[in-house]
């Protein structure tokens, strides 16, 4: 991106975004700014952009700021959506058309053990238990405003909205709710994982495909 508006601009143009996904990490709401003195409309650089861009990448619109706008540094909160099929082995025919946007889930997840295992999640907390093992970050705490797991037919979306995320969080949240879900730990257990501050107390970091950066909030 920073190549393509360079091009357009004649400028070099350094490109802030709002943060870095995993790869395989989808987003429907990813953000980024930069500043440029060149006299093209702002609201037409969506149109010149997607002529040039691959087309994995669409700019769906465009907006001025001022000086002071950073898209990482000002932003309040971000939204993910991680989307689990739950599904048997002789009727997962729609993982043939979702399999690199959902984590398919063969054996019964019980919706409402996994809904009372979130409640203890919500709110401001020490998240060294639901953190990649290799971060070098030394601030574990983050505060989750929403955490809500919705079912339609055999898909669950966990649907999760915190200040900031730790690398691979959402990720090892999920994967520690559906071991709940799946009747492998008690939803009290999740209590315990947060106090231990032990990643290895947790679930495993499910697959990146199901994650979708929804929205980032500013």
């Not at 989808?26 to 997607?50: C, D, M, R």
């Not at 339609?152 to 709940?180: P, Q, S, W």
Request: aromatic share 12%; hydrophobic share 40%.
């Amino acid at each position: 991106m920073e190549e393509k508006i360079s091009q357009i601009t004649q400028e070099k143009i350094i490109l802030n975004g709002s943060g870095r996904t995993d790869a395989g990490v989808h987003a429907l709401g990813q953000v980024a700014n930069f500043k440029t003195n060149s006299s093209i409309p702002w609201v037409e650089f969506p149109l010149i952009l997607n002529r040039l861009l691959p087309l994995d990448i669409r700019i769906k619109k465009a907006e001025g700021v001022d000086d002071n706008f950073h898209a990482r540094y000002s932003a309040v909160s971000k939204i993910y959506h991680y989307y689990v099929l739950n599904s048997n082995l002789n009727n997962n025919y729609l993982s043939i058309f979702l399999r690199n946007y959902v984590y398919c889930v063969y054996k019964k997840i019980n919706l409402e053990e996994m809904k009372k295992a979130s409640i203890f999640l919500q709110g401001k907390h020490d998240f060294a238990s639901f953190a990649c093992s290799g971060s070098r970050i030394r601030n574990w705490e983050r505060i989750i405003k929403d955490i809500n797991i919705i079912r339609k037919g055999n898909i669950f979306c966990f649907h999760i909205e915190a200040d900031a995320f730790l690398y691979k969080m959402v990720r090892i949240i999920v994967g520690t709710l559906l071991e709940v879900g799946k009747g492998n730990i008690n939803y009290l257990e999740v209590k315990k994982i947060l106090e231990a501050k032990n990643r290895k107390m947790a679930g495993k970091t499910v697959p990146a495909k199901g994650l979708f950066l929804m929205k980032v909030k500013y």
